[in-house]
C-alpha cells in the first residue's frame, strides 16, 4: 500500500513560482513510476509531469520548460517545481503512484502521464495563480 501526501500548493501572483511536495510512505519511491497531475475547475484531469523508476521524466507540452518533476532518496519524497506561473496553472495538484510489477527483481511500472495507469493518489494540493 503507497501513501501519498502533497502540500506546498497555495495563492501566488502570475510569474511567481512554488514547489509542490509529496511525502511517500509505504514503497520507495524510486522503485515504483509516479507521475504529477491536475485538474482545473471543470476541466477534466490532465498530467503534467511523470518520472519512472528509471529516472525518465516525461512533461505535459503547456508545461515544458516551465515545471521540473524530482525527488528525495532521503526524504522518500516526490516534488513539482513550478516557474513562471500562468493563471491557467490554477488547478489542484495530485501527486499518484504506479508501483507495477514485480518480475525476477526487476520492477516494470507504467507511469507516463496516463492517469488511469496510476493505482495511488494522493488527497491534492491547491493552487491559485492570479493576474
Known amino acids: 500500500q503507497v501513501q501519498l501526501v502533497e502540500s506546498g500548493g497555495g495563492s501566488v501572483q502570475a510569474g511567481g513560482s512554488l514547489r509542490l511536495s509529496c511525502a511517500v510512505s509505504?514503497?520507495?519511491?524510486?522503485?515504483?513510476?509516479m507521475g504529477w497531475f491536475r485538474q482545473a475547475p471543470g476541466k477534466e484531469r490532465e498530467g503534467v509531469a511523470a518520472?519512472?523508476?528509471?529516472?525518465?521524466?516525461t512533461y505535459a507540452d503547456s508545461v515544458k520548460g516551465r515545471f521540473t518533476i524530482s525527488g528525495d532518496n532521503a526524504k522518500n519524497a516526490l516534488y513539482l517545481q513550478i516557474a513562471i506561473l500562468k493563471v491557467e496553472d490554477t488547478a489542484v495538484y495530485y501527486c499518484?503512484?504506479?508501483?507495477?510489477?514485480?518480475?525476477?527483481?526487476?520492477?516494470?511500472?507504467?507511469?507516463?502521464?496516463?492517469?488511469?495507469?496510476?493505482?495511488?493518489w494522493g488527497q491534492g494540493t491547491e493552487v491559485t495563480v492570479s493576474s
Open positions: 499518484a503512484a504506479d508501483p507495477g510489477v514485480d518480475i525476477f527483481g526487476q520492477r516494470y511500472c507504467s507511469g507516463g502521464l496516463t492517469g488511469a495507469r496510476y493505482v495511488y
Open positions: 509505504g514503497y520507495t519511491y524510486s522503485r515504483i513510476c
Open positions: 518520472i519512472s523508476n528509471g529516472g525518465i521524466t
